[in-house]
């Protein structure tokens, strides 16, 4: 029987080329009026999932 991706996790992470996988960061949606701007422009980037996390992720993808 096929594996079946998390739909929850197809949602928030991308595969790049090299085989790292994007993530969002957290901390975006609401009460952001303690945020300072440099933080919140940082908080907007993509970044790269941890080494630590990756095995899971990779799991949850299916890859």
Known sequence: ???KTHS???KRFRVKPSGKIKRKKQGMRHI???HSSKN????????????ANEYQVQ???VL
């Open 1 to 3: 029987m096929k594996q």
């Open 8 to 10: 929850g996790a197809k």
């Open 32 to 34: 952001l009026s303690k």
């Open 40 to 51: 919140k422009r940082h908080l907007g980037q993509l970044t790269y999932v941890h080494s």
């Open 59 to 61: 799991r949850m993808l």
